[in-house]
C-alpha cells in the first residue's frame, strides 16, 4: 500500500483514539492562534502531498517530491518577515504556505495545485515546472536539489548592506532584511553547500554584514544514503562567525522560539547563523521511491510514528488552543478543500508548442530611469591624468579599464567581484585603480571559490543591482558552470519572468599566450557557454570595440536583464602591433562613451569579393595579417569580426558576405564543439556559396614553445584561403 494512505489512516485513527506521541510541553511566545494557523499550514501541506501523489497516478501531474515531515519548517517562516527573501529546500511548501498568510490576496492552494498539473495558469513558472517560489511572497523559484541555490544566498545577504550605500534603481530588499536559505542534511555536504557556507563566515569574520540564515533540515537521510548521526552539528555548531542553533522541527512551540531567537541573532547582529532542525522524511524521497528498497519496515514506521501532525496535535492540546476533534476536523476540512480545488486545477490549459516553453527564456525588457552618461567633472576626479593619454591609441587592457571606469561613474549600481579584482587590479591589470575609485564594496576581493563569485553576483542581481563578476581564466569557469546554467539562465525560464539575475560575467581567456601557458590558463573551448539557452556570449576583439561592446553588454543587463558573458581574450590584451613589430596597428583611441556595437552587429574590414574570412578575437587579428598577404598574391579578401558568439549575429553576417564569392571560416576553438560548427551550419543552410573552416586541433594546449601549434595561424589561414579560392577558380 502507498506509505501516503497509511500515514493518513494512522493519523485519522491516532487522533481519534488519543494516541498522541509523547514530548515536549508546549513553551514558548507562540500564541494559540498563531499555533492553531501553523497547524493549518501543516494539515494543508499534508493534504497537498495526498493529492499530488493522486494527481500523478491519475495522469493529472508528473511529478512529486512530498513536505511531508517538515510541516515545522511553517513555524520558521512564522518566525520570519514576508519581505526576507528566502531561497527554499524543495520540501518547504509549508514555509511558503504559511508565508502566504502573512500577504493578502495569496490563493495559495490553488497555485500550487496549478503547478502540480504543470498548468500554463500556474503563477510561478507558468507550466514549466513543479516547484516552490511566489513574486509576492518574495521566494525566488528553486529546482535545485544539490545546494547550488546556497551561493546566490550569500550575494542576496551582501547586496542588503551595498544597496544601503548605493541604493539601486530596482532594489527589492529593506534595510533591515535578512535572507533564509535551506537545504537538506544531506545537501549540506556539497561542495557548494560547504563553499557558501565558507564564504558567509569568511565574510562576517572581517566584519563585512553578512545576514543570511542557514536552515538545515536534518531528516538524518539523502535518498537511501543516511547521515551520520550527529553529523550536522559537529560540522556546524563550532564554525568561526556562523551563529548555531538547534531545535526539534516537530515541535511547533519549540521550533518557532529558536527560529524567532536565530533570525533575532541574523537581523541584529548582520552575521549568520545556522538553525539546525530535526525533521522526519515521510513517503521517501519523491515519486514512486519505495523506502523499504533500503530501509527496514521497522525504520519506516518509526519515522511514521513521528509525524509532526500527531505531535501538533498533542501540543495544541495541551496548550488548550485546540481539542482533537478540532484538529481531526480541521485536517478533514483541507483535505476535502484540496480535492474540491483539485477538480478545477486539472482542467487549467498546459504548454503544448516550443514557443510557449521558450517564452520565457529571455527576460522582459525593465524602465530605468534616463541617464546622460558620467558627468565631465567626475570622469575628471575618477580618471585623472588618464584622461590625457586617452588621447592616444591603447592596448585593450586599458580600454577596458576605461569602459568599466565610465560605466561605473554612469550607473551607481554596478559592482564587480572576483579574485584579485582590487588591490591588484587582476592578474593582467584590467581592473587597476577602480578599488581606489569607487571603493570596497563595490570593487570586491573575494576568496578563491568560483561558485561563491558568481553566485555572488547573483544574488546582488535579486536586489536590484548590477554585478560584474569576474572568473581569472575561462578553464576556472568549470568549477562553478552550474552556477550560470543551473541557476542564472533558468531563473526566469523557471519564473516566468518574473525573477531575473542580469550581469556581464568577464572571463579572461582563449589561447595564443606565449609565456604564461598550459591548458587552466589557455583555454581555446566556451563549448558550455554557448550552450546554456538564453545567455548572451560577446568576445572583442581590439580595445575600441571592447569598450563599445562592454558597452553594450552593461545595456543589456541593465534595461534587458540579460545574462551576458564578455569573453576577453588575454593574448590581446598588451597586443600592439599588427603586421610588423613597433607598427602599433592594432592600438586604438578610446572610443567617446556614447559609442556601442549593439547586439547583432559585425564589423567588415576590406571589402574584396574573392573570398570572406569569418572570425574573431585572435583568429580576427590573424585573419587581417593574411588578408594584406592574400591581397598581394592577387586574392582580394573581406575580413568580418563577429562580436556575437551566441547568439550568432546571423542575419548581419549574411549581409557582411555581399558579393563574396565563398566564405572562410577561422575559429581558434577546437574542431569538435567549436563554434565553427554552428557557423558552417548557418552557412550552408542559408547561402549558396562555398564554405571551408579552418579551426584547432581536438587537444589541450600546451606550454613551451608549441603554445599555438594546435591552432590557426597565419601561414595555415594562408594556405587554408589559397586552397579554397584556387579549387573553385
Known amino acids: 500500500m502507498d506509505r501516503s494512505v497509511i500515514v493518513h489512516e494512522n493519523f485519522l485513527r491516532r487522533v481519534a483514539a488519543g494516541d498522541l506521541p509523547a514530548g515536549a510541553s508546549p513553551a514558548g511566545p507562540l500564541a494559540p492562534d498563531q499555533a492553531v494557523q501553523l497547524y493549518r499550514s501543516g494539515c494543508l501541506t499534508r493534504a497537498l502531498d495526498i493529492t499530488s501523489r493522486k494527481m500523478q497516478a491519475a495522469g493529472e501531474g508528473f511529478y512529486t517530491i512530498g513536505s511531508s515531515g517538515h510541516e515545522g519548517m511553517a513555524a520558521v517562516a512564522a518566525a520570519l518577515r514576508p519581505t526576507d527573501m528566502a531561497f527554499l529546500h524543495y520540501r518547504d511548501a509549508a514555509f511558503q504556505i504559511e508565508r502566504a498568510n502573512q500577504v493578502p490576496g495569496q490563493s495559495i492552494t490553488r497555485d500550487m495545485l496549478l503547478s502540480f498539473a504543470c498548468s500554463a495558469d500556474d503563477p510561478i513558472s507558468g507550466g514549466r515546472h513543479k516547484v516552490l517560489g511566489s513574486k509576492a511572497l518574495t521566494i525566488p523559484p528553486q529546482t535545485s536539489t544539490i545546494a547550488s541555490h546556497l551561493p546566490k544566498a550569500v550575494g542576496a545577504a551582501y547586496s542588503i548592506g551595498l544597496a544601503k550605500r548605493v541604493r539601486p534603481e530596482h532594489a527589492v530588499l529593506p534595510d533591515d532584511a535578512i535572507v533564509m536559505c535551506s537545504f537538506g542534511d544531506a545537501s549540506a555536504n556539497h561542495s557548494t553547500a560547504q563553499g557558501a557556507i565558507n564564504t558567509s563566515c569568511w565574510t562576517a569574520f572581517q566584519k563585512v554584514p553578512m545576514p543570511v540564515l542557514w536552515v538545515c533540515e536534518d531528516n538524518g537521510i539523502g535518498i537511501s544514503t543516511r547521515t551520520p548521526s550527529g553529523w550536522i552539528a559537529a560540522n556546524f555548531s563550532r564554525r568561526p562567525d556562523l551563529g548555531y542553533f538547534a531545535c526539534d522541527g516537530l515541535d511547533i512551540y519549540e521550533t518557532y522560539r529558536v527560529a524567532c531567537d536565530a533570525a533575532e541573532y541574523v537581523r541584529k547582529r548582520r552575521k549568520p547563523a545556522f538553525l539546525h532542525i530535526r525533521t522526519v522524511r515521510l513517503y521517501g524521497h519523491a515519486g514512486a521511491d519505495v523506502q523499504t528498497a533500503y530501509m527496514t519496515k521497522a525504520e519506516v ?156 553576483a547573483l544574488g546582488m542581481a535579486h536586489n536590484g543591482l548590477i554585478p560584474v563578476p569576474e572568473i581569472q581564466f575561462l578553464a576556472y569557469y568549470h568549477n562553478a558552470e552550474d552556477q550560470i546554467r543551473g541557476e542564472g539562465a533558468t531563473l526566469p525560464f523557471f519564473s516566468n519572468g518574473q525573477f531575473t539575475n542580469p550581469m556581464v560575467l568577464r572571463i579572461a581567456g582563449l589561447g595564443y599566450q606565449k609565456g604564461f601557458g598550459g591548458h587552466f590558463h589557455n583555454d581555446n573551448s566556451f563549448a558550455a557557454l554557448r550552450d546554456v539557452p538564453g545567455v548572451i556570449l560577446c568576445c572583442p576583439s581590439n580595445g575600441a570595440d571592447a569598450a563599445r561592446l562592454l558597452r553594450e553588454c552593461v545595456r543589456l543587463a541593465r534595461e534587458e536583464q540579460r545574462l ?132 584547432a586541433e581536438d587537444s589541450f594546449i600546451p606550454t613551451g614553445p608549441a603554445y599555438a601549434a594546435t591552432m590557426p595561424s597565419v601561414d595555415s589561414i594562408m594556405a587554408a584561403a589559397t586552397a579554397m579560392v584556387g579549387e573553385q577558380a
Open 564 to 695: 551576458v558573458v564578455f569573453l576577453e581574450p588575454i593574448a590581446l590584451y598588451p597586443m600592439r602591433d599588427l603586421h610588423e613589430p613597433g607598427d602599433g596597428l592594432w592600438l586604438r583611441p578610446y572610443p567617446d562613451p556614447s559609442e556601442r556595437i549593439a547586439l547583432g552587429e559585425v564589423t567588415t574590414h576590406g571589402a574584396g569579393n574573392d573570398l570572406a574570412i569569418v572570425s574573431y578575437a585572435n583568429g580576427l587579428h590573424l585573419s587581417l595579417q593574411a588578408q594584406r598577404r592574400l591581397e598581394a598574391q592577387g586574392i582580394k579578401a573581406r575580413v568580418i569580426d563577429l562580436h556575437w558568439l551566441n547568439p550568432l549575429p546571423e542575419d548581419a553576417l549574411l549581409a557582411a558576405l555581399g558579393d563574396a564569392a565563398r566564405v572562410l571560416v577561422v575559429d581558434e576553438t577546437r574542431r569538435t564543439g567549436g563554434l565553427a560548427e554552428a557557423l558552417v551550419t548557418l552557412l550552408t543552410e542559408r547561402t549558396d556559396k562555398p564554405v571551408a573552416r579552418h579551426v
Open 301 to 456: 514506521e518509526a519515522d511514521e510514528a513521528n509525524d509532526p501532525l500527531l505531535h501538533s496535535v498533542r501540543l495544541l492540546g495541551e496548550a488548550g488552543a485546540l481539542s482533537t476533534g478540532e484538529a481531526l476536523a480541521i485536517y478533514e476540512e483541507t483535505l476535502a478543500r484540496v480535492e474540491r480545488v483539485r477538480g478545477e486545477a486539472v482542467t487549467r490549459p498546459r504548454l503544448r508548442t516550443a514557443s510557449e516553453v521558450m517564452a520565457s527564456l529571455i527576460p522582459p525588457r525593465r524602465a530605468n530611469a534616463p541617464s546622460n552618461g558620467p558627468s565631465a567633472e567626475a570622469r575628471a576626479e575618477a580618471f585623472g591624468p588618464d584622461l590625457k593619454a586617452m588621447e592616444s591609441p591603447q592596448i585593450m587592457s586599458r580600454c577596458i579599464n576605461w569602459a568599466l571606469t565610465d560605466l561605473m561613474l554612469e550607473h551607481r549600481e554596478i559592482a564587480l567581484m572576483g579574485e584579485d579584482v582590487g588591490a591588484k587590479g587582476g592578474v593582467y591589470g584590467v581592473t587597476q585603480k577602480l578599488v581606489t575609485r569607487f571603493g570596497k564594496a563595490r570593487v570586491i576581493d573575494t576568496l578563491l571559490d568560483e561558485q561563491s563569485i558568481l553566485g555572488l
